[in-house]
């Protein structure tokens, strides 16, 4: 079993930026082809927002955040990354990183249901 905690989250004022951190453990680190990070807002349902896979190091992104959100990882640390710049307000949510064992499907990177060992999430709230 993989665990996950993430850590960076905060308050920014729009504009500015936050680095998220997921630092990953246990004995099955080894056995996530993907790590990705989710976000949710009061109200709304969980959304995908990046991922990146642990050995060739390809990413994806959502629309939302393409061009302002740069996701990495940290192999020797088993860490991954989510550098938030130019925030909006509409980025606030609590955001959670999480295991893909298997590239399931076409669209396998955006579907939380492909992803497992969620961490406890990290709140960021953009002030306007």
């Known amino acids: 079993q993989v665990q996950l905690v993430e850590s960076g989250g905060g308050l920014v004022q729009a504009g500015g930026s936050l680095r998220l951190s997921c630092a990953a453990s246990g004995r099955s680190t080894s056995s996530c082809y993907a790590m990705g990070w989710f976000r949710q807002a009061p109200g709304k349902e969980r959304e995908f927002v990046a991922t990146?896979?642990?050995?060739?190091?390809?990413?994806y992104y959502a629309d939302s955040v393409k061009g302002r959100f740069t996701i990495s990882r940290d192999n020797a640390k088993s860490t991954v990354y989510l550098q938030m710049n130019s925030l909006k307000p509409e980025d606030t949510a609590v955001y959670y990183c999480a295991c893909a064992r298997f590239p399931y499907g076409s669209n396998w990177y955006k579907l939380a249901s492909n992803f497992g060992s969620w961490g406890q999430g990290t709140q960021v709230t953009v002030s306007s």
């Open positions: 990146i896979n642990w050995n060739g190091g390809s990413t």
